[in-house]
């Protein structure tokens, strides 16, 4: 199936962490490859949202949706619950749960040498035909990231970044 030059454009658009009554930001083309596209400010030990809403005539709901989370960095161990469609995800939410992407590991790797940087994680977390139907209904991607530590209890003091957030269609 041919798509058309719409439905290929790269959209990317800047998210801001905030509450779930925030707007997005509006979009802008930029490349060739379908791919919905967010900037998130760094993060801590609490839940964090962002939403960006998606442009006029791309939908998740026809094929297959895979979110990359690019450029993890942690000064120590953090696990991270990816949810899509759930702004009110928290540590309670099962991983069961149709609207769980997966999560991202961060291994601390002891200290690092004065003037290195820990270790970046990235990852590829495939949509279920649910959370796709439920992004596009809703008419944006919303991403929930609820910071854990090894036993699953929210994290004594977690600060982590996250360079990219993608959606790629």
């Not at 030990?45 to 993890?72: C, H, M, N, Q, Y």
Request: charge should be positive.
């Amino acid at each position: 199936m041919r798509r058309s030059l719409r439905q290929r454009a790269l959209v990317g658009l800047t998210a801001t962490l905030a509450l779930a009554t925030s707007a997005a930001p509006p979009a802008r083309a930029a490349d060739k490859k379908k791919s919905i596209t967010a900037y998130p400010a760094p993060f801590g030990s609490k839940p964090s949202i962002f939403r960006v809403r998606l442009p006029e005539g791309v939908s998740p709901k026809g094929g297959p949706a895979v979110l990359k989370i690019d450029g993890v960095e942690s000064e120590g161990g953090l696990i991270l619950r990816v949810f899509v469609a759930a702004p009110e995800a928290n540590l309670a939410t099962s991983m069961d749960d149709k609207r769980y992407a997966g999560n991202v590991s961060i291994v601390a790797a002891g200290k690092t040498a004065k003037g290195k940087k820990p270790p970046i994680a990235n990852a590829a977390l495939e949509l279920t035909p649910e959370a796709r139907a439920l992004v596009a209904a809703a008419g944006e991607l919303v991403v929930t990231i609820v910071p854990t530590d090894v036993d699953g209890k929210e994290p004594a003091a977690a600060s982590f970044t996250i360079k990219k957030i993608a959606l790629d269609l």
